[in-house]
């Protein structure tokens, strides 16, 4: 058992009192009004990418973003990114650098695991699994596959994207793994290296063709169709491989046996 | 010149190239590493050189607040060539009996290409991806060796940084919350119209975690665990590189806090306990590794002062101690591998005899001591030297002098290992080993950089007059990232 | 609300300081660094909640004249980083864990009392 001495617990008291105390004088002004909570979307960046006209936004001063305002209704065409997800729009298309990192840190992360992954023996033999386990898991591995891929082509349209969507897919594999199901670690990892070499060309198409790293250079289409958004799609779709596939080699690993 | 972005990209491309050409033969993980750093030392070298203005790569066709935008002026494609240059030179130094070798070069691609992005970037909340980025797979790097201090020091190491940057985190919302964008030029643009208290806020969430990479206490904890364990080349990518990105993070944001006293105040302040505890922690070890890693945490605190005081003589001082700082010490990592290879031992002490069968390369490790220590005619003395100006321009005499004190401190243990390792034991006889060539290489031209620097220093006078300009003037670098 | 939220969030934050800095078991500090780290989350979410506001989703059905009614979608995109990285980092963390525990067979950093430090390990 793990004994807490009491000083340092009353230090960690005495901490957490000042770091909140901190944090209070930090946001108050001097008459103990708030400063934070007045919140106004419209001094923001993100504004304009709700409203879709960063493109036609002009710096007035240094203040406020006016744009001109784009009417838009389902169906409406030519808008600059034409997502209707705004939050898949910021994660894949305005921000869509910020997502190459997190793929990279996904990468680096399973990187430095396999790495380090002890090499020991599994002391106990795992139970075979009964067979209503065995067969019963199946369709349900299924429908999970199909869940994860429905999540992952909708990023644009509902809730969802590359990321959830890879992860109910390795949610899906790991169903596999518990009725003892050999997943090939091998086809994993090419499926991840393909993954990531996508994700990066996709940007350099978007350096070479239109001149900037991860530009979209399809048409975006008309706002709400399943095939609408340019590259925003595809992406979404190399990240949910990328993340099945490393999630599952992840999972895979503690149940392989030497 | 959208295409600065390859600094970034092309290790990645790399990283990912690795996995499919490992089974190509023992060296083919090393040889694309190699192609790697040769490609990207290629493209910083050519951008550097033909950088007239200074250019923004814009990310994804979205103009500077909204989309992400990485700056390359004279100031961080220098950097960014420099940690490319010293990237390529530390691979000589790698074993090439690595178990997992293929992870461990798809590792080290990616941290370097993490550094370069933390110094391109002109987003902070990209540059919080990238310190992710970079320490992941510095926290992998260093428990690589499987020592216990190497795993203690990546636990902790972990632990400090994952708080640290959540920390950014929350400062980064902060202010994007009252400011309404994540552009560093943008934010600086508007910083002046919200109350010191909620600056001083948002600057001390945002630079603690600077303060885990540029290993300032209290976050430097780590950093003895770490050092002492890692492997050599990660211990000199740490000390040489990882610790340019931090320093030079310090100063990019300047923009922030130049006009705050207060806040100048407290990072100088910061420095000085950082110094003290460094030097002396150093002062009283008799262990290679741990010696350079405290004399890191000095030199490191010293940068900080520099970034604290922040008048135009100590920050053409900071970029100078950051340059001179990461070649010796990287120098002295290497050479201490060597010194511990041949005599079997970390114990300085036991050293001697090491001298008397390498008399030059002692020679060597000498002029990278004596740069540390601030001796005149090398490179290190100009970082101190104007730092050490600039704070009695300032004012601040109180600070400056217990950093001379500390320096004394360190120059006396630095010339102490050199001094072990002349003295003969009479009982104990080293075995002499060969050097291998392009060690020796690269030990040479790292330490001709050290003494032809020291002896001209004019030679970098215009890039870091310019670098200065940069920092100081936050007007142009606005101008050019938003107009 | 808002300050509900905001006062609910930063609790959950200091309470992960508060075991980052009394525990010393591995497997609780790394439930701290969590527990932190959904704090900050939420945080994140709260400065960007809006009183009223919508999913920032465009609706097939509703014609949206006035986008403006959308909660903030900037820090829930940010969110989304956050906690990718965090889950990175907790399956490294737990690795480290276990390679530091096969290796001494503890699952502590502080030095027991009969360890005396070896330069030479």
């Known amino acids: 058992m793990e004994s807490v001495r009491p000083s340092r617990t009353i230090f960690g008291i005495l901490l957490i009192l000042f770091l909140g105390y901190a944090f209070y004088q930090g946001i108050i002004d001097k008459n103990g009004k708030p400063l934070i909570g007045k919140t106004k979307t419209t001094d923001r960046v993100s504004y304009n990418m709700i409203e879709k006209n960063v493109n036609r936004s002009r710096n007035v001063s240094n203040k406020l973003f006016s744009g001109i305002k784009v009417p838009y209704k389902p169906g409406t065409k030519n808008l600059e990114d034409g997502t209707a997800n705004i939050i898949t729009s910021i994660v894949v298309n305005y921000r869509g650098f910020d997502t190459l990192g997190e793929v990279m840190v996904l990468f680096t992360s399973l990187t430095g695991f396999l790495m380090l992954f002890p090499s020991l023996k599994r002391k106990e033999k795992l139970t075979k699994p009964s067979f209503i386990v065995r067969n019963g898991l199946i369709p349900l591995y299924l429908i999970t596959l199909l869940v994860g891929i429905y999540i992952v082509f909708h990023g644009h349209l509902t809730p969802g994207g590359g990321f959830a969507g890879g992860a109910v897919i390795a949610t899906g594999l790991l169903l596999l793994l518990i009725a003892q199901f050999k997943i090939n670690e091998k086809l994993l990892s090419v499926l991840e290296t393909v993954a990531g070499l996508s994700f990066l060309t996709i940007g350099l198409l978007g350096l070479f063709i239109k001149g900037s790293f991860l530009q979209n250079f399809l048409n975006p289409g008309p706002l709400g169709n399943l095939f609408s958004s340019g590259i925003v799609i595809y992406i979404n779709l190399v990240i949910g491989l990328k993340v099945a596939s490393e999630l599952g080699s992840l999972v895979n690993r503690f149940t392989e046996e030497e | ?483 | 609300m808002f300050w509900l939220f905001l006062i609910g969030s930063i609790g959950l934050v200091l309470i992960g300081i508060f075991g980052l800095i009394t525990r010393s078991h591995l497997i609780k500090l790394l439930l701290s660094l969590n527990i932190l780290e959904t704090g900050i989350n939420l945080t994140m979410i709260v400065l960007g909640y809006q009183n009223g506001g919508k999913v920032p989703i465009i609706h097939s059905l509703l014609d949206l004249t006035k986008p403006i009614n959308f909660v903030d979608p900037l820090p829930q995109a940010l969110v989304l980083t956050s906690i990718v990285i965090g889950l990175g980092t907790t399956a490294l963390a737990l690795i480290l864990i276990v390679n530091y525990y096969y290796k001494t067979g503890k699952l502590s950093l502080e030095r027991s009392e009969n360890e005396k430090e070896n330069i030479d390990e």
Do not use: C
């Open chain 2, 1 to 483: 010149m959208n295409s600065i972005v390859l600094l970034i990209v092309l290790p990645l491309v790399f990283a990912f190239l690795i996995p499919i050409f490992k089974g190509l033969g023992k060296y083919a993980s090393k040889i694309v590493t190699i192609l790697s750093m040769l490609t990207g030392m290629g493209f910083a070298v050519y951008f550097f050189i033909t950088l007239q203005v200074p250019v923004k790569a814009i990310l994804g066709g979205w103009k500077p607040p909204f989309g992400i935008v990485l700056v390359g002026d004279k100031l961080s494609l220098l950097f960014v060539m420099i940690i490319y240059i010293l990237a390529f030179l530390n691979l000589f130094f790698f074993d090439n009996n690595f178990k997992e070798h293929s992870k461990f070069y798809t590792l080290y691609n990616i941290a370097i290409a993490g550094t370069a992005g933390m110094i391109l970037t002109g987003d902070i909340f990209n540059m919080f991806v990238f310190i992710e980025i970079t320490g992941i797979a510095l926290y992998s790097l260093i428990a690589y060796s499987g020592k216990e201090q190497a795993l203690k020091g990546s636990i902790k190491y972990l632990i400090i940084g994952s708080m640290t940057s959540l920390f950014l985190l929350l400062g980064v919302t902060l202010a994007y919350h009252i400011l309404g964008s994540l552009n560093l030029a943008h934010i600086s643009s508007k910083f002046y119209q919200i109350p010191n208290n909620l600056k001083f806020l948002i600057l001390s969430l945002i630079f603690t975690s600077f303060f885990v990479e540029a290993e300032i206490f209290p976050f430097n904890m780590w950093v003895p665990n770490a050092y002492k364990g890692a492997n050599i080349p990660i211990a000199a990518l740490l000390a040489g590189i990882v610790s340019i990105a931090a320093g030079y993070l310090l100063f990019r944001f300047r923009y922030l806090y130049g006009g705050m006293r207060s806040f100048g105040n407290m990072l100088v302040w910061f420095g000085v306990i950082t110094v003290v505890i460094g030097e002396f922690s150093a002062y009283f070890t008799y262990d290679l590794r741990k010696i350079l890693a405290f004399s890191s945490i000095g030199q490191m605190g010293l940068i900080l002062i520099a970034a604290g005081i922040s008048n135009d003589l100590s920050v053409y001082g900071g970029f100078f101690q950051i340059l001179s700082h990461s070649i010796a010490k990287m120098l002295l990592f290497l050479l201490a591998g060597f010194i511990i290879y041949e005599a079997g031992t970390e114990n300085v002490k036991k050293m001697g005899g090491f001298g008397k069968n390498h008399p030059y390369l002692t020679g060597i490790f000498l002029i990278g001591a004596l740069s540390l220590a601030g001796i005149p005619g090398l490179m290190g003395f100009w970082g101190k030297f104007n730092i050490v100006g600039g704070g009695i321009a300032a004012g601040r005499i109180l600070p400056i002098s217990i950093v001379l004190l500390a320096a004394i401190a360190e120059s006396v243990y630095l010339i102490r290992v050199v001094f072990h390792l002349f003295k003969t034991d009479e009982g104990k006889i080293i075995e002499k080993k060969k050097i291998p060539l392009g060690y020796l290489m690269v030990v040479i031209l790292l330490s001709l950089t050290i003494v032809v620097i020291g002896v001209y220093p004019q030679l970098l006078n215009q890039v870091l007059n310019d670098a200065t300009k940069i920092i100081m003037n936050s007007g142009s670098y606005i101008r050019m990232v938003l107009g």
